[in-house]
């Protein structure tokens, strides 16, 4: 059977939307995820930093093709500072990311989130504590390089406890299998720098 020029052009067309669902499917919403991290928060007014490491966890779970709802957790512990303690700072947050395959392969995704935050101080003789809920908002690109490295870049802005704060994003993937890979990342905001260490298993 004879194709037509504008058969020939539908079927290519056809076959290209293929290949490009067959490349979305690399980049997956569906997770969960440990991570480590390192932080440095620069005071501003003082010269000296405060550094802690904490420990997160994190869960993406689509609902439709284009949205997933998110939900991650992050404790971190900070070392002392003037004689006061930070014995706790926990952020939570629940959001809704949107993404969308672009014409390279690649996701662009943009996630908006309700977060609450909670600090714990303590000194030699009281511990105070302190709350507030805010949002966090971020868009970025994930692209899968090869089969087993993917990397990652984004900005976010949080707001909370009256303050706003901008930061820029790098992570670099490394799949060990299919479903599971390990992730190394850098964050550097207005007042917070941080790297990170995580290991992620798709679902």
Do not use: C, W
């Not at 002392?80 to 947050?93: C, N, R």
Request: aromatic fraction near 10%; avoid cysteine.
């Amino acid at each position: 059977m004879l194709i037509s020029s504008r058969q020939h052009s539908i079927l290519a067309l056809a076959i290209l939307l293929s290949a490009s669902n067959v490349m979305s499917q690399d980049i997956s919403f569906d997770y969960v995820q440990a991570t480590y991290t390192f932080a440095t928060v620069d005071l501003g007014a003082s010269t000296d930093e405060i550094e802690g490491n904490g420990i997160g966890l994190s869960l993406s779970l689509g609902f439709t093709p284009f949205f997933a709802l998110t939900l991650a957790v992050l404790d971190t512990t900070f070392e002392t500072y003037q004689g006061i303690d930070v014995d706790a700072a926990k952020a939570t947050t629940l959001g809704v990311t949107a993404h969308t395959l672009n014409a390279s392969g690649s996701e662009l995704f943009a996630n908006l989130s309700a977060l609450k935050a909670e600090v714990t101080a303590t000194d030699d003789t009281a511990s105070t504590s302190d709350s507030d809920y805010g949002y966090a908002a971020s868009i970025g690109v994930r692209h899968r390089v090869t089969d087993t490295f993917e990397l990652e870049m984004g900005i976010s802005n949080v707001y909370v406890f009256d303050n706003a704060d901008t930061s820029f994003k790098v992570d670099a993937r490394y799949y060990l299998r299919n479903k599971v890979s390990l992730g190394i990342g850098y964050i550097t905001g207005d007042s917070v720098d941080s790297f990170s260490l995580n290991l992620r298993l798709e679902v």
